[in-house]
């Protein structure tokens, strides 16, 4: 048995149901698990990229994956940077290797995950902790002689997904507006790290390109970067929870006075078109106002459902307007090492301040700084061994 320092989520009340499951914590302590077997191996975290998923698996929303994999506790962060300790039988890998994690625990037949490593996928140990075990074929090696640091490198699972996703919503733009000029119309984000990344390659694309920000300095990295930023505190009051909307008349004028102040920015930015591509990983409360936003032949694109995973959406109008709906998850592990590469050779790889990376005592800070929106980095790290 291997015994190494993590931090633990345990499993949540049996049979309780979504509403009434508690948010769980996550507890420092020793966690043992068998050694690895041939295809298998050993290797120390180095940096490790807060996910929605770790929030997710927190909040027991919308499953408890602990009950799910049948483990009365787990360690979660399935993305990141590791340093290879024993390679096991890998012909590919060696003692020393600095590789990121693919978090690709069971996928179908055409490359694409169907179970996520130290998520929903039994038997899997992530990487808070400070020693793990990885399929080999889930470790992808960083170019020796790379441009970029380790904690750039540990912000790629950001990047890969918007690849994967931007790669496909655009090509469907494209099936019904083929002659169009990019630079004519409209790519927007409610704010967000993947947000970010995908417009990046959208304006590389042509396209004008816009998203939301809640604080003067994000506001300031978006102008950095080339990207209009919009200032979300402008529509205080833009969420509208679809199973429970407002019904007193204050807050349904609140909602009215965001709406129509976010659709008049929508306008200016896109002289009157609406939004070509809206990247909406936000979810249930925002979706309202995407719909409202949206050009005609426009393409509504998510990875994700940050804050809400049901939505609803007229289908007659839907059909009306031509839009077309984009539905990603992670990215394809076959073109793992093609996306890591076009980072590599077009600097598209995010700028990380060290000081804002959380050591690995500071992990529950961290969980409750991001819960709460105190996190100012649109990729927040946690270091776990030092390099």
């Not at 948010?23 to 050993?42: I, M, Y």
């Not at 889930?138 to 997904?161: G, H, V």
């Not at 119309?185 to 816009?210: I, S, T």
């Not at 506001?219 to 402008?234: P, S, W």
Request: charged content about 25%; glycine content about 6%; overall charge negative.
């Amino acid at each position: 048995m291997i015994h190494t320092d993590a931090w633990v989520l345990h499993a949540g009340p049996e049979n309780a149901d979504t509403e009434t499951r508690p948010t769980g914590t996550l507890h420092r302590e020793s966690f043992s698990f068998v050694e690895p077997r041939d295809h298998e191996a050993l290797v120390e975290p180095l940096y490790g990229s807060w996910e929605a998923n770790i929030e997710h698996a927190r909040s027991r929303r919308p499953i408890d994956v602990c009950r799910l994999r049948h483990e009365e506790k787990v360690v979660l962060g399935n993305l990141g940077i590791v340093r290879v300790l024993d390679p096991g039988m890998s012909a590919s890998l060696k003692e020393g290797d600095i590789c990121i994690v693919m978090p690709f625990s069971k996928r179908d037949r055409y490359g694409y995950a169907e179970l996520v490593y130290a998520y929903e996928a039994p038997q899997t140990i992530g990487l808070l902790a400070k020693r793990t075990k990885i399929d080999s074929e889930l470790l992808l090696p960083i170019p020796e002689d790379s441009k970029y640091s380790l904690p750039q490198w540990a912000a790629y699972a950001r990047y890969f997904t918007a690849w994967d996703n931007w790669r496909i919503a655009q090509r469907c733009w494209s099936t019904q507006m083929e002659d169009q000029d990019p630079g004519d119309h409209l790519v927007f984000g409610w704010g967000g790290g993947v947000v970010l990344a995908e417009l990046q390659l959208a304006k590389r694309a042509g396209f004008r390109v816009a998203m939301t920000a809640g604080s003067d300095a994000r506001l300031a990295e978006l102008d950095r970067l080339g990207i209009t930023g919009v200032d979300r505190r402008l529509f205080p009051h833009l969420t509208n929870d679809p199973d429970n909307p407002p019904n007193d008349p204050a807050s349904v004028a609140s909602y009215r006075t965001s709406e129509k102040e976010f659709l008049r920015t929508i306008n200016a930015l896109s002289n009157g078109a609406g939004v070509a591509i809206f990247v909406d990983n936000m979810g249930a409360p925002l979706y309202k106002a995407t719909v409202k936003a949206m050009a005609r032949q426009g393409v509504i694109t998510t990875v994700g459902w940050k804050q809400g995973m049901r939505t609803y959406n007229l289908r007659a109008s839907e059909c009306i307007n031509r839009h077309l709906h984009v539905n990603t998850h992670v990215w394809r592990y076959d073109d793992c090492a093609t996306i890591r590469d076009q980072q590599e050779r077009t600097a598209w790889i995010p700028s990380i301040d060290p000081a804002g990376i959380y050591d690995f005592d500071d992990v529950e800070q961290l969980a409750g700084d991001y819960t709460t929106g105190k996190v100012e980095s649109y990729f927040p790290l946690y270091r776990v061994n030092q390099t």
